[in-house]
Structures are given as structure tokens and as C-alpha cells.
């Protein structure tokens, strides 16, 4: 025998969005800590990571951080340009103030 599948009706939709936690390895903690003070260029990142010359790993961590909207560019129309440095957005400072980073 057959049976009919059971089709409830939904009753109440989600209400808010859940967040899925972002693991953050050290290269991108050592980038994004020091950004909620001011502004830096890469080569004072670089020399934060303990690098003189740019690697894959700040290449990396720098595309993530700008992915997920923690970190913008100063120049955005010009992401190689020699004067570029990167600064902390309102989502970053508000990552870093949920982890007990920064303060208010």
C-alpha cells in the first residue's frame, strides 16, 4: 500500500538569520586586531606577521578578511596601488568587539 506523503503547513517562519561562527586562523587575528586603532599599509602588516615580503599566507588573509567585510581597502579602485592600506569596517569592529577584542 501507498501511502500519501504528510504535508504539515509551515506555522511560523524564521525570524532571524543564524550565524555561523568564523574561525579565524592567526595570521588574520595578527591582521585584524591591530586595524581597530587606525589604518595600516602592508608593509606594517607584513612586519606585524613578522614577514618582509608579501607571502600567500597575508595574501590569503587579507582576501578573506575583504570577503567577509571586515576589512576595506582605502583605495578600492586601486587594490595594488603602493599608497593602499586597509582599515577596519563596522562588521570587523563589531567581530572584534563580540570576541572581547576591542574596546568600545
Known amino acids: 500500500p501507498v501511502e500519501a506523503p504528510v504535508e504539515a503547513p509551515v506555522e511560523a517562519p524564521v525570524e532571524a538569520p543564524v550565524e555561523a561562527p568564523v574561525a579565524l586562523f592567526a595570521s588574520e587575528r595578527t591582521i585584524l586586531a591591530p586595524l581597530a586603532a587606525r589604518e595600516l599599509g602592508r608593509a606594517e602588516l607584513l612586519a606585524r606577521l613578522g614577514h618582509t615580503q608579501r607571502s600567500g599566507s597575508f595574501r590569503k588573509a587579507i582576501d578573506k578578511l575583504l570577503r ?9 579602485d ?27
Open 68 to 76: 567577509l567585510a571586515w576589512v576595506e581597502r582605502t583605495i578600492p
Open 78 to 104: 586601486k587594490p595594488n596601488s603602493r599608497l593602499q592600506m586597509y582599515r577596519l569596517t563596522q562588521a570587523g569592529s563589531e567581530f572584534l568587539r563580540k570576541r572581547g577584542e576591542v574596546d568600545e
